[in-house]
């Protein structure tokens, strides 16, 4: 998990389209990074990467299983931000807002839908100069595999920035690199003649 305390939001932002956000760096002035998952115990996405409506767009959605233990970090992170949100809600929204405030209107990057585990909801660029970059087990650079299901993954994300839309606020957080450790359902049979010769041939 990142440096909390090394979190910190610049002035908010307003885009061509109106978008207003504020940018995300430490207090270094570089980019919070922290890796979801480990070669021993790797992560997976349900739903792979989607787009809202099917739309055909370079930047998807993708939701990566935490565990309990990496779900305990995120509410952490929500703990710590809604904090420091409320502190500096006066130079960030143009009004002072207590905790519980902020809280109204935060959208946890964490999602929890019934019994199945806490996913963390992610940006992903499949394209383009930004687009996300991909790793085998042996460190190699590999093409983006068109399915991201069933996979076995580690990944490295990045806090971009703090979106806000009407009363909403939210993170922007973007995968920037994918290892592929394997799939999850591998093939159980050798080659043909393996296979023939287990049954006493043809």
């Known amino acids: 998990m990142m440096d909390l305390a090394q979190i910190t939001l610049k002035d908010?932002?307003?885009?061509?389209?109106?978008?207003?956000?504020?940018?995300?760096?430490?207090t270094d002035?570089?980019?919070?990074?922290?890796?979801?998952?480990?070669?021993?115990?790797?992560?997976?996405?349900?739903?792979?990467?989607?787009?809202?409506n099917s739309e055909?767009?370079?930047?998807?959605?993708?939701?990566?299983s935490l565990s309990p233990e990496q779900e305990k970090s995120w509410d952490v992170?929500?703990?710590?931000i809604?904090?420091?949100?409320?502190k500096h809600s006066y130079r960030l929204f143009k009004r002072i807002m207590t905790e519980d405030q902020v809280k109204e209107n935060y959208c946890s990057p964490v999602s929890r839908k019934g019994d199945y585990r806490a996913t963390l909801r992610c940006k992903i660029?499949?394209?383009?100069?930004?687009?996300?970059?991909?790793?085998?087990?042996?460190?190699?650079r590999i093409e983006l595999p068109e399915d991201l299901r069933q996979l076995d993954l580690v990944a490295k994300v990045s806090l971009q920035s703090l979106?806000?839309?009407n009363k909403e606020i939210g993170f922007v957080i973007l995968c920037t690199d994918l290892q592929v450790r394997s799939s999850v359902a591998e093939c159980p049979f050798d080659d043909a003649g393996d296979f023939a010769s287990a049954f006493g041939g043809a």
């Open 12 to 26: 908010a932002q307003v885009s061509a389209r109106g978008a207003k956000s504020c940018l995300v760096r430490g």
């Open 29 to 52: 002035g570089q980019k919070l990074s922290s890796v979801l998952g480990t070669a021993q115990d790797p992560i997976s996405t349900p739903f792979g990467a989607s787009s809202f």
């Open 56 to 64: 055909d767009t370079t930047r998807k959605t993708i939701e990566f």
């Open 77 to 80: 992170f929500d703990t710590y």
């Open 82 to 86: 809604l904090g420091y949100l409320a």
């Open 125 to 140: 660029n499949i394209s383009g100069s930004n687009a996300v970059r991909v790793w085998d087990a042996k460190k190699e």
């Open 163 to 165: 979106w806000m839309m």
